[in-house]
């Protein structure tokens, strides 16, 4: 069915630019979908960035080998591991968990 009435909204360019924005991230056809959908409560679905996806897989693959290491060189003590390497393990985890929050929050 093809809409007729025409509704004129007002906006700030920068709400314009970022309903423009999520309306390329999810799967309307156009701004003007995108709005009807938001204000009729529709469901509006979101196209992830694939390249982006599995990025994050990486990252959380990598995160669960690194936790695995520390967890087995602390449960066992025989890894042979000075406080440096250790400390390095650690920050290596920290700093992957706040790449993965980085990247979850560009979703």
Same mark, same amino acid.
């Given at each position: 069915?093809?809409?007729?009435?025409?509704?004129?909204?007002?906006?700030?360019?920068?709400?314009k630019?970022?309903?423009?924005?999520?309306?390329?991230?999810?799967?309307?056809?156009?701004?003007?979908s995108?709005?009807?959908?938001?204000? *009729?409560?529709?469901?509006?679905?979101?196209?992830?960035?694939?390249?982006?996806?599995?990025?994050?897989?990486?990252?959380?693959?990598?995160?669960?080998?690194?936790?695995?290491?520390?967890? *087995?060189? *602390?449960?066992?003590?025989?890894?042979?591991?000075?406080?440096?390497?250790?400390?390095?393990?650690?920050?290596?985890?920290?700093?992957?968990?706040?790449?993965?929050?980085?990247?979850?929050?560009?979703?």
């Open positions: 069915m093809t809409s007729t009435t025409r509704i004129d909204l007002r906006v700030k360019s920068t709400e630019e970022k309903m423009e924005s999520l309306a390329l991230k999810s799967g309307c056809s156009s701004l003007s995108y709005i009807r959908h938001c204000a *009729l409560n529709k469901p509006v679905k979101t196209q992830l960035d694939s390249d982006l996806v599995l990025e994050l897989l990486k990252m959380n693959a990598d995160l669960s080998r690194l936790g695995n290491l520390l967890r *087995l060189t *602390l449960k066992t003590h025989q890894g042979g591991y000075t406080k440096e390497q250790l400390k390095h393990i650690e920050d290596s985890l920290k700093q992957t968990t706040q790449l993965i929050k980085l990247k979850v929050e560009q979703l």
